[in-house]
């Protein structure tokens, strides 16, 4: 509640000034650096919450892998949930795409291939429209890098959107980093950025920066912060292999680790 406050301050404050060029910058802030809370908002009443309950029992689903009866259970629950999601709001593509994780799990790869193509093809109307935006950048490279497509023959190509998305992600956050016009705005959700970037340097395999971000999180973040806890499930599920369920390596561990905060993290 706090840091809304501050943010809500600092976009007053800039929205107020009597200098044309920092109203620029607040529309710019407002509409193309979209920020977590600010999307979660406006959607929690359009299949919010199913949405939330699919990707918690796919999770189930997962987890129970060798449990036949449990897992086809959770498989069940997670599909009604998310149909009831898209129903009430076919526009998310996050939606889209957990609907597609969830048919390349259960079984059901034509399924899975059309609505990853379906969240592709929303993520891409958002960035025509909104094209720094940071949220709409990341999300939409996660996806290109560990979601449906990993298993395509032109991935390659699924890749190279992900490190150019990434990129003008990593690209606005710099920006609004140095702008002193916008540091307000920066510093209010400055841990929201941090979270960004450590999915960027995963996606971009930057281990360096990586590691140097994960020694920031260790002196400044402490148990609850988010920022603790992704820095924590990094070390545990992908570096020591501790994931909830199989995985085949350390890339895949990646992707897993990537397309569980980006549901999390969005939301």
Same mark, same amino acid.
């Given at each position: 509640? %706090?840091?809304?406050? %501050? #943010?809500?301050?600092?976009?007053?404050? #800039?929205?107020?000034?009597?200098?044309?060029?920092?109203?620029?910058?607040?529309?710019?802030?407002?509409?193309?650096?979209?920020?977590?809370?600010?999307?979660?908002?406006?959607?929690?009443? /359009?299949?919010?919450?199913?949405?939330? &309950?699919?990707?918690?029992?796919?999770?189930?689903?997962?987890?129970?892998?060798?449990?036949?009866? +449990?897992?086809?259970?959770?498989?069940?629950?997670?599909?009604?949930?998310? /149909? #009831?999601?898209?129903?009430?709001?076919?526009? /998310?593509?996050?939606?889209?795409?957990?609907?597609?994780?969830?048919?390349?799990?259960?079984?059901?790869?034509?399924?899975?291939?059309?609505?990853?193509?379906?969240?592709?093809? #929303?993520?891409?109307?958002?960035?025509?429209?909104?094209?720094?935006?940071?949220?709409?950048?990341? +999300?939409?490279?996660?996806?290109?890098?560990?979601?449906?497509?990993?298993?395509?023959?032109?991935?390659?190509?699924?890749?190279?959107?992900?490190?150019?998305?990434? &990129?003008?992600?990593? +690209?606005?956050?710099?920006?609004?980093?140095?702008?002193?016009?916008?540091?307000?705005?920066?510093?209010?959700?400055?841990?929201?950025?941090?979270?960004?970037?450590?999915?960027?340097?995963?996606? %971009? &395999?930057?281990?360096?920066?990586?590691?140097?971000?994960?020694?920031?999180?260790?002196?400044?973040?402490?148990?609850?912060?988010?920022?603790?806890?992704?820095?924590?499930?990094?070390?545990?599920?992908?570096?020591?292999?501790?994931?909830?369920?199989?995985?085949?390596?350390?890339?895949?561990?990646?992707?897993?680790?990537?397309?569980?905060?980006? &549901?999390?993290?969005? /939301?």
């Amino acid at each position: 509640m %706090l840091k809304k406050f %501050l #943010l809500t301050a600092c976009l007053l404050a #800039l929205c107020h000034s009597c200098f044309a060029k920092v109203e620029t910058a607040y529309a710019t802030l407002a509409d193309g650096a979209h920020i977590t809370a600010a999307y979660t908002a406006g959607n929690r009443d /359009n299949g919010y919450e199913d949405y939330r &309950h699919a990707w918690s029992r796919y999770n189930d689903a997962l987890k129970a892998w060798d449990d036949v009866p +449990q897992r086809t259970e959770a498989f069940n629950d997670a599909i009604k949930a998310i /149909n #009831l999601a898209t129903t009430k709001d076919a526009e /998310n593509p996050s939606y889209w795409l957990l609907d597609s994780r969830i048919y390349r799990s259960r079984g059901g790869v034509a399924y899975a291939k059309n609505f990853f193509a379906k969240a592709c093809a #929303l993520y891409e109307q958002l960035l025509e429209k909104d094209p720094t935006s940071v949220t709409y950048n990341l +999300q939409y490279a996660i996806a290109c890098y560990a979601g449906d497509a990993q298993f395509y023959s032109d991935y390659s190509s699924y890749k190279a959107k992900a490190v150019q998305h990434t &990129h003008a992600a990593l +690209q606005t956050i710099d920006m609004l980093e140095k702008d002193y016009e916008k540091k307000c705005f920066f510093d209010a959700v400055e841990d929201e950025f941090l979270e960004e970037k450590f999915l960027a340097y995963v996606i %971009l &395999h930057d281990y360096k920066s990586l590691a140097k971000l994960r020694e920031q999180i260790d002196n400044n973040y402490k148990e609850p912060d988010n920022l603790y806890y992704m820095n924590s499930d990094y070390e545990n599920l992908v570096l020591q292999g501790k994931w909830h369920w199989k995985v085949n390596n350390k890339e895949s561990a990646e992707k897993a680790f990537l397309m569980y905060y980006l &549901h999390d993290w969005m /939301n």
